[in-house]
């Protein structure tokens, strides 16, 4: 479940809120100034910042601008939480990087509703990079295999050519260059499907990681 770190020097509300978002099964860490924040989002890592824009210390939108300046935390989405209604304010906290925003007093359901929506473009967003990202490595293979392709056609072709002059090879000699022969093959036949992928299919390895699955990959 997401973990969720809630910023507001008003203990009352950042209490209200942490009730709020555990009967959805977060996960809450609290806050209570911005520098505060910038401490806790080290030890928390959230998924998630409930933010509020007057505070002492250090205000919601100095400590927004600092995490989306952060490479390490700029894709965390970011709540302004504000009691100031007009445009201009509103205007204000998504120009220093938040990712929306609800006005105090709120409607729980509706505080909920946006950290979903916050979470669930996250999640898409996550698995779009993750999605590039083995696109990348795809196109790195194939190219890599291409590479690989002349090479290992000119070993098998020697190989073939010593095989065939048997008389000058010892049985043991023979069942050697056979071996390898056999595995030069296999590896070819491996590049060759490689070369051909067009369709990505993944398989579980081990500890929960994912690796391509390049014999059901087309």
């Known amino acids: 479940m997401a973990n969720i770190l809630v910023v507001d020097d008003d203990k009352k509300l950042t209490l209200l809120v942490r009730g709020f978002l555990e009967k959805e099964k977060y996960q809450v860490a609290e806050a209570y100034s911005g520098r505060m924040a910038l401490d806790a989002i080290k030890e928390t890592k959230p998924d998630l910042i409930i933010l509020d824009i007057m505070m002492p210390e250090m205000d919601g939108i100095e400590a927004c601008k600092r995490i989306k300046a952060d490479k390490d935390t700029k894709m965390i989405p970011i709540i302004m939480l504000t009691s100031m209604s007009t445009v201009r304010d509103k205007v204000i906290g998504l120009n220093a990087g938040a990712n929306d925003y609800i006005t105090k007093p709120f409607n729980p359901e509706e505080l909920i509703a946006r950290v979903k929506a916050q ?25 890599t295999a291409h590479e690989i392709n002349n090479p290992l056609t000119v070993i098998i072709g020697n190989l073939e050519l010593l095989l065939m002059k048997k008389e000058n090879l010892s049985e043991e000699d023979s069942t050697n260059l056979n071996s390898i022969l056999e595995s030069a093959i296999r590896i070819k036949e491996i590049v060759s499907k490689m070369i051909n992928i067009t369709r990505v299919v993944e398989t579980e ?7 391509i699955d390049i014999w059901k990959s087309g």
């Open 119 to 143: 979470l669930r473009i996250k999640f898409l967003e996550a698995e779009l990079l993750r999605k590039e990202e083995v696109e990348a490595v795809v196109k790195m293979g194939i190219t």
């Open 205 to 211: 390895y081990a500890q929960g990681k994912k690796m």
